[in-house]
């Protein structure tokens, strides 16, 4: 039997594809009151000249901030610095901030796309601060040398011994990791979440803002959660777009994602045909015993699964997903060799349609295990791919590999990220945008933690969009959203918003 090596781990990224931007102009540096001390240590913000090379809105400026590279220890005189970048607003109403995913996107890479589409009324209300969390773009402390993490043998066709194969993944990712803890000792232990919300409430206590309005994208909403149960009177506002679950943990993340992503496919099907639900189901079936060829691009059921919901994420992509699925159903229909021979010459573009899943990245590995503290054994793993297989087909044990992502990390590397479902009472409540069909991250992850807060709202947005807020053309989330940020007002119950094409 023919295998490949492959690793195709699913990651929710919460970021903003990237739009226009305006011309940087320099203000003046803002007058900001000395600092208060946090943890017995008092931030220090420098404003700095704006690089060249990026493309920011009128009235930035450009800062870093000097932090602890570890709060345990804030007095051992061990140092990082945080970029940040602070657009002021004509009405300076306070500060409004982000994190755009990943865990580790840069959110400086994306000032100026996401200044551009926030509504007039908000970048005349508030300031918006864009900064890199630790360990991410332009922010300490730097992590270098980790290898990449080879695959793990598995038969491109018939059946699959999950055994072995979670037996090979583990050991890659232990592997890996251990060479990447040993290469950074100084920087790999001090990049969890516990760390980030100290950096933010000392960029608030910084920048002089009384209260933070924060909107959290993907991973970005366990930075809200933790921050909101860590500072809760530093806020004024708070968004979950595209929410991770509450109680969440490295072996939920990976087993609860197939049924997740089997939620996505069915209203995929249920918006733009109930036949593209058939269509998925044929190919997948085809490509448990056949390969399919379609103009010298080799398609196998281990390299569509993680394409396939990777353009789920964005619905924008809904006509190239059509496409894509269309092509490939015609090939697996193909009977005589004049039908096959058409069929393999239409997809002769699937290449360049299919977005690529890949291994994730160093940063976001030891983020996740930093803040989750949990390692599943290749047992526990090989035992839930077993289910996950019946229950969903062979492809499906793929969207699972995260819950390996931490083999050979020590449960410490920093103290856990704060989780659980006790409820969480803010003084105003947070809005939750949730996608019903998410295809990074599933709706049932956004109610739990929305469960958690007293008094939160949910928008339920019929969509396998994964973050919705600005990113879809619907007013019932948009308005909503925004009239929340400016007024405080929200909805007087749960809201389910229809389906709205871009």
Known sequence: ?????????????????????????????????????????????????????????????????????????????????????????????????????????????????????????????????????????????????????????????????????????????????????????????????WQVVRDLEAMRIALGYQQWNYWGMSYGTRIGHAYARTFPSS????????????????????????????????????????????????????????????????????????????????????????????????????????QKSRAAHAARDIRALMPRANDPSTTIRLINCADLLDRPTPEQLAAAAGTVIRDYGNASMVYMVNAAMCAGLPSNLSPASPRGTSPIKLANPPMFVLSTGDAATPWAWGRSMANSFTGSRTISYTSTQHVTYLSTPSSCVNDTVTRYLLTLERPSDDMACGFVPN
């Not at 968004?239 to 069915?266: C, K």
């Not at 036949?275 to 281990?302: C, E, M, P, S």
């Open 1 to 193: 039997m023919r295998s490949i090596r492959i690793l195709t781990p699913i990651v929710g990224l919460g970021l903003l594809a990237a739009g226009l931007t305006v011309p940087s102009v320099q203000a003046a540096p803002p007058a900001v009151a000395p600092a208060a001390s946090l943890l017995g240590f008092t931030p220090t913000l420098k404003y700095v000249s704006c690089p060249a090379d990026e493309n920011l809105p009128a009235r930035t400026r450009c800062a870093t901030l000097t932090v602890p590279l570890d709060w345990q220890r804030p007095k051992d005189g061990r140092t990082i610095k945080i970029a940040l970048r602070v657009v002021r607003s004509a009405q300076g109403g306070g500060g409004l901030t982000f994190n755009p995913g990943g865990p580790g996107a840069s959110a400086i890479d994306m000032a100026g796309a996401l200044h551009s589409i926030l509504p007039s009324d908000l970048r005349d209300r508030f300031d918006l601060v864009v900064w890199d969390p630790r360990g991410t773009g332009l922010s300490g402390p730097t992590v270098t040398e980790c290898p990449a993490v080879e695959g793990a043998p598995l038969a491109l066709i018939g059946p699959v011994d999950v055994e072995a194969y979670w037996s090979g993944v583990h050991a890659a990712y232990a592997e890996a990791n251990d060479k990447c803890l040993a290469a950074n000792p100084n920087s790999a232990p001090y990049l969890g979440t």
């Open 235 to 338: 806020l004024r506002a708070l968004i979950m777009d595209g929410s991770v679950m509450a109680g969440e943990t490295i072996f939920r993340f990976g087993t609860t994602f197939p049924s997740g992503v089997e939620v996505a496919l069915q209203v995929y099907a249920s918006i733009v045909g109930k036949a593209q639900a058939h269509k998925i189901n044929a190919i997948f079936d085809y490509l448990d015993v056949k390969t399919l060829n379609a103009g010298g691009t080799r398609v196998t059921r281990w390299a569509l699964a993680p394409e396939l919901r990777e353009l789920l994420t964005q619905q924008a992509q809904y006509p190239i997903t059509r496409t894509v699925i269309d092509k490939l159903y015609k090939m697996v229909k193909a009977k005589t060799r004049d």
